[in-house]
């Protein structure tokens, strides 16, 4: 699985790295000699699961294409705290000022992945599905979410054009959930599903009148949401959201409910911690 490299992919870090390097990493530029080479390892710091390797490879290919990466751990593979992940040998310029760019990526999406597997391991055998939402970082989506799925985890909606989802504030300036979802029916394309946010009873009753593919059952207890899935009895998808990453995920999952979406596997979650030593060859 690899997130795939195209213009804006590579644009992003072409900025990242412009963005760090400024008009010339002055510190290497003095003190190493322009044809020296190096040889470092990326070395894990905790336990966690592997995400970014391959975009490491890419921001060290954008600065030289000779510089050589070897993995000694898979992307979305468990590491343990001392092990080493992978290997990287080129020349001692490139290596030092691709150095932040690619290790800060490195840390962030594994941070995601690890976090996104301790939550698919907590729903193990209910049959819930573990999804991220758009609380993502402005530039990093595809990157984000990528480390999602790399994690265990699926995608919400990408983006606003992806998907229907009518919340709070659209069934306030639509007039009420029926005449919200009308109209969405009325203009957009058929194959797309209309999926409608729900915080009380009543407008659970409300969203099933109105035919809702899916239901989104925001910030509700355990009881109130597994007598939803009782009431739904299959007529709509029911996803779990609202502040689910300070949930007991296990006994969310089992009031039966389709899918969890949690916003805390990106917007909040802490980088892993993971060196790059070198070592002058």
């Not at 595809?142 to 919340?167: M, P, Q, T």
Request: hydrophobic share 45%.
């Amino acid at each position: 699985m690899k997130p795939g490299w195209n213009a804006g992919t590579d644009k992003f870090l072409l900025e990242a790295l412009t963005e760090d390097i400024g008009t010339g990493d002055i510190t290497t530029l003095s003190v190493i000699d322009e044809g020296r080479q190096a040889h470092g390892r990326y070395i894990a710091k905790e336990d966690g699961i592997l995400c970014g390797m391959d975009i490491v490879e890419r921001t060290y290919h954008l600065l030289n294409a000779d510089v050589e990466l070897t993995r000694h751990v898979g992307e979305g593979e468990p590491f343990c705290k001392g092990d080493v992940l992978a290997e990287v040998r080129g020349n001692a310029i490139a290596l030092l000022s691709g150095e932040r760019v690619g290790l800060n990526l490195l840390q962030h999406l594994s941070g995601i992945a690890t976090q996104t597997r301790h939550a698919v391991d907590a729903v193990k055998g209910t049959g819930a599905v573990i999804a991220d939402t758009r609380k993502m970082t402005p530039g990093l989506r595809v990157l984000e979410k990528y480390a999602v799925r790399v994690g265990g985890g699926s995608n919400h909606r990408f983006n606003l054009a992806d998907g229907i989802l009518i919340k709070d504030n659209h069934i306030v300036a639509a007039g009420g959930i029926e005449r919200a979802v009308r109209a969405a029916r009325l203009h957009a394309p058929h194959t797309l599903k209309v999926e409608v946010e729900v915080e009380t009873d009543e407008q659970l009753e409300e969203a099933l009148r109105a035919g809702a593919d899916i239901i989104m059952l925001d910030n509700m207890t355990n009881e109130q949401m597994a007598a939803a899935v009782r009431k739904v009895n299959g007529r709509a998808v029911l996803e779990a959201s609202g502040n689910m990453g300070q949930r007991d995920l296990l006994a969310v999952a089992q009031t039966g409910v389709n899918i969890i979406s949690i916003g805390a596997l990106t917007h909040s979650v802490k980088a892993l911690d993971i060196s790059l030593k070198f070592a002058l060859s």
